[in-house]
């Protein structure tokens, strides 16, 4: 999504690109729809030439593991809140040098999730969001809360309407209107003037930043 104009791309129901955020792009810049999901939405990335590696790129061993796990846990009645069934979403958000800011953000889902669901990353306004005049948000966490709390959308919202700090903003809504709904995981967010911010309510969010003429930072807790 672009903050210049809230132009937005995004693909649901896919399987098969290397990079999905690419074909995302394609169908902001390239049609004039928002959202394409399934058999069309590969068509269009076969159209423009992305690449789709062999199956096997896709698999991992733990990830397929955790599936056996959920899967077997639930056929004996049990229901796991562990948080890391609910996250697995890889996100950036940038601020250019004339205050342009942008977000991507790029998931598989949530772990046994039911077929043919759609969780907040596709969602412009919930997992993913970005306006020049607020900021740009990508979120992780418990997607369906994030829809209904609309999380991206409501930190530009208290921003652009209470006046608040890109950082109050989106603590709030991380802590306040999440937290008490089940809603785990966090966001990361950048507004136009280069301000930054990443709080999350669960154990903890792999995340890094970088400013120009700075070295790269990394962290998971804390």
Not at 177 to 202: E, H, K, M, R
Request: a negative charge; proline letters at 5%; glycine letters at 14%.
């Amino acid at each position: 999504m672009s903050g210049q104009d809230r132009r937005a791309g995004a693909v649901a129901g896919i399987f098969g690109p290397r990079n999905p955020v690419r074909l995302a792009r394609l169908v902001m810049e390239q049609t004039p729809h928002v959202l394409l999901i399934g058999p069309n939405a590969l068509a269009l990335a076969r159209q423009h030439g992305l690449d789709f590696p062999d199956e096997d790129y896709f698999f991992t061993q733990a990830r397929w593991d955790a599936l056996g796990d959920t899967l077997a846990m639930r056929a004996n009645g049990k229901e796991d809140d562990d948080p890391a069934r609910r996250h697995g979403t890889v996100g950036a958000v940038a601020c250019d040098q004339q205050g342009n800011v942008a977000a991507a953000t790029s998931t598989g889902g949530m772990t046994a999730k039911l077929p043919g669901r759609v969780g907040d990353t596709p969602m412009p306004g919930a997992g993913t969001f970005a306006d020049n005049a607020t900021c740009a948000v990508s979120g992780t966490g418990h997607g369906e809360i994030f829809i209904r709390w609309t999380a991206g959308a409501e930190i530009a919202a208290r921003m652009r309407h209470r006046g608040e700090t890109l950082e109050a903003a989106a603590r709030h809504v991380v802590m306040e209107d999440l937290v008490p709904n089940d809603g785990s995981g966090g966001v990361i967010a950048v507004d136009a003037q280069g301000n930054l911010t990443l709080p999350f309510n669960c154990e903890g969010m792999y995340r890094g930043w970088v400013r120009e003429g700075s070295s790269p930072n990394v962290a998971i807790y804390g």
